[in-house]
């Protein structure tokens, strides 16, 4: 029996797992890379890293397995430049990274903000990659002089284990220079910006042959690779998502709520981000939470080291909705959505004497809910209608958490068998390229079932309605006493 392999190259490491015809995760592999912070702001890892990992992971779900097809998905927006003989010309620069504030600045004066939203359906944000381009430019003039190609991370993995050059229009989406409307690179983009479009790589849709393994430990040559797609979108096709229905929640480090659309649909502000899907002829949108599981791992990491998740949730669990007025921002790192604010920070607000460690987990709970909600709430400004969503990532794991964004979401959440993320949404674009799926909707047909579905709590939904109010007001009253 063959199997399908999706490789994902993320930000801590290359994930590997190999599916059988029937979506059942036979084998699953991870290697683990650094990641370097030069100077404040800044984020950065070798490539090099990304191909030894990568090699590695393959190799250990390929060992002993017949393999049709592999499917590539990735960490969006990073920068990968490379010269005329294909080295890599410095590290590359990552989508946490926020060196390019001017460069932002400098494409929205340059594209005009309206017109760049309309092209490309985002604001030029820091982690994009095309401000990238304009810092290299600016910064590394040497190096800048010297590009010849520009990958994005996953697409430069494929370099190496096909020896193609290529992308897929989900990730190419995340450069600030695709026409998402037109799926194809936009030379007015290029154009103001200056910069080559020679330097561009093809961009397919996600589930075409983008090139054949040439040379890796344990995988056999000439197996077909599908142009992938970033991991957000491949994380939303491994739980289902195809087409417009129920929304993507992504309880993971950051938070997700994306939604499949029939259309290109731009919000006018751009808060919430307008995407090509990994499925031809589809978009989506979504907005993004830097830190929504990844606020309760601060909260573990920085007061609650040796406390496993489970107890510090079962604290929670003893304060009712609202925990006494007691109130969490959680943009720890700045947020993306609803406000773009990278100098944005957390506030618990509210604190009594009668709050305790439970009461503060049980507001960084409902505050990461909150903010998932007001995401939701934009997606249903762009007409958005959703009657469920299917929930992913390590939050997930957490029933009371489930409840609460069931409850404030107003949405049934269901949780599907494999928990792979965006490995597994890989893996079926593998397969379809391998033609063990007639299409990516065949994929997620065969492979994709729903476990569980957690309703929201009446009760609790009521009391949300209240404090999301609150919750709401925080951003504007604090906004004025942040630190310059
Ligand atoms: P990433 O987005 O980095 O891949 P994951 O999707 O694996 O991360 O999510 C990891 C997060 O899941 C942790 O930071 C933690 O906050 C949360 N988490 C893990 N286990 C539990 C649990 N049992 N209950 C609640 N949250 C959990």
Same mark, same amino acid.
């Given at each position: ?5 999706? *490789? ?6 290359? @994930? ?10 036979? #084998? ?8 370097? =912070? ?17 090699? #590695?992971? *393959? ?18 927006? !990073? ?13 590359? /620069? ?21 017109? *760049? /939203? ?35 991370? @996953? ?35 290029? %154009? ?11 961009? &397919? %849709? ?65 808060? $919430? ?11 989506? +949108? ?6 929504? #599981? ?25 304060? +009712?909705?609202?925990? %006494?007025?007691? *109130? ?17 920070? #957390?506030?618990? $607000? !509210? ?15 409902? !505050?990461?809910? &909150? ?12 007409? $958005? ?18 409840? /609460? ?9 269901? =949780?599907?068998?494999? %928990? ?37 709590? =009446? ?26």
């Amino acid at each position: 029996m063959s199997v399908c392999v999706g *490789l994902d190259v993320g930000t801590t490491g290359a @994930k590997a797992i190999a599916i059988d015809p029937d979506g059942g995760v036979v #084998a699953r592999a991870e290697r683990g890379y650094p990641l370097s =912070t030069p100077r404040p702001g800044w984020s950065e890892q070798d490539p090099e890293h990304w191909w030894r990992a990568a090699q #590695a992971a *393959l190799a250990d779900v390929s060992a002993g397995r017949e393999v049709a097809g592999i499917g590539l998905s990735g960490q969006m927006h !990073g920068l990968v430049t490379l010269d005329g003989a294909g080295r890599v010309l410095r590290p590359a /620069i990552l989508w946490n990274d926020q060196r390019t504030g001017a460069e932002c600045a400098e494409i929205e004066e340059r594209v005009g903000l309206d017109r *760049l /939203i309309a092209l490309t359906g985002n604001r030029a944000l820091t982690g994009f990659t095309a401000p990238k381009l304009l810092w290299l430019r600016r910064h590394e003039p040497d190096v800048y002089a010297r590009i010849a190609r520009v990958l994005l991370p @996953k697409d430069y993995v494929r370099l190496r284990l096909t020896g193609e050059w290529a992308s897929d229009v989900a990730d190419a989406s995340g450069t600030l220079l695709l026409d998402v409307a037109r799926r194809t690179w936009s030379a007015e983009v290029l %154009e103001a910006l200056e910069l080559p479009g020679a330097w561009l790589p093809p961009a &397919f %849709e996600s589930a075409e042959v983008a090139g054949a393994t040439i040379a890796c430990d344990n995988v056999s040559q000439g197996i077909p690779v599908a142009a992938g797609s970033g991991d957000c979108a491949a994380a939303a096709l491994g739980v289902g998502i195809d087409h417009a229905g129920p929304l993507s929640v992504v309880l993971g480090t950051s938070g997700v709520v994306f939604a499949a659309l029939p259309s290109f649909h731009a919000e006018p502000q751009a808060r $919430v981000h307008a995407f090509c899907h990994a499925v031809p002829g589809a978009w989506h +949108a979504m907005g993004v939470m830097l830190s929504a #599981a990844g606020s309760l791992q601060w909260f573990h990491d920085r007061l609650a080291v040796d406390v496993p998740f489970e107890r510090l949730v079962a604290e929670a669990d003893a304060w +009712a909705p609202g925990a %006494e007025g007691l *109130l969490f921002q959680p943009y720890l790192a700045g947020e993306r959505t609803p406000h773009a604010d990278p100098r944005a920070r #957390a506030a618990f $607000v !509210g604190l009594g004497v009668r709050h305790d460690r439970g009461a503060m987990v049980r507001a960084v709970l409902e !505050g990461v809910a &909150f903010g998932l909600r007001d995401s939701l709430e934009l997606l249903r400004g762009l007409g $958005v209608e959703a009657e469920a969503a299917r929930v992913s990532g390590g939050g997930a794991r957490s029933p009371t958490w489930l409840r /609460i964004v069931a409850s404030v979401l107003g949405l049934p959440l269901e =949780t599907t068998a494999a %928990e792979e993320g965006s490995a597994y949404g890989a893996a079926l674009l593998g397969g379809v390229a391998g033609g063990v799926f007639a299409d990516v909707h065949d994929a997620v047909a065969r492979c994709v079932r729903v476990r569980e579905t957690v309703e929201p709590d =009446t009760t609790w939904a009521e009391a949300y309605e209240e404090i999301h109010g609150r919750y709401r007001a925080l951003y504007p009253a604090l906004k004025g006493v942040e630190n310059a």
